[in-house]
């Protein structure tokens, strides 16, 4: 198991841009898939983009694509989604999550894979 904190999250003008971070504690980041899960009030939880072991494979939700990059830092044990050009339907509760991956390359946009969350980060972004 591994513990998840995400930050970064705030209110921000359509059009803007922020960094989500995610830092983990317990266990090494290295050998976990990592994805950036979101939720909006009244709606379930959206798969917004991940990212394999090694970091050579990325994917997106294609809401997201061209806005979005996710990256990790092994060494450091984080994950980051950088976002670009927000848009007031982004806005939403972003959750950082791990999934035990055998493969170095492997990745899924399976919401119901992911095994450890985060308590979340708000993210408003204003008409």
């Known amino acids: 198991q591994v513990q998840l904190v995400e930050s970064g999250g705030g209110l921000v003008q359509a059009g803007g841009s922020l960094r989500l971070s995610c830092a983990a504690s317990?266990?090494?980041?290295?050998?976990?898939?990592m994805g950036w899960v979101r939720q909006a009030p009244g709606k379930e939880r959206e798969f917004v983009s991940a990212i394999s072991r090694d970091g050579s494979t990325t994917i997106y939700a294609d809401s997201v694509k061209g806005r979005f990059i996710i990256s990790r830092d092994n060494a450091k044990n984080t994950v980051h989604l950088q976002m670009s050009t927000l848009k007031p339907e982004d806005t939403a509760v972003y959750y950082c999550?791990?999934?035990?991956?055998?493969?170095?390359?492997?990745?899924?946009?399976?919401?119901?894979?992911?095994?450890?969350w985060g308590q979340g980060t708000q993210v408003t972004v204003s008409s």
């Open positions: 317990g266990r090494t980041l290295s050998g976990f898939a």
């Open positions: 999550a791990a999934r035990f991956a055998y493969y170095s390359t492997a990745v899924t946009r399976l919401v119901s894979q992911y095994t450890d």
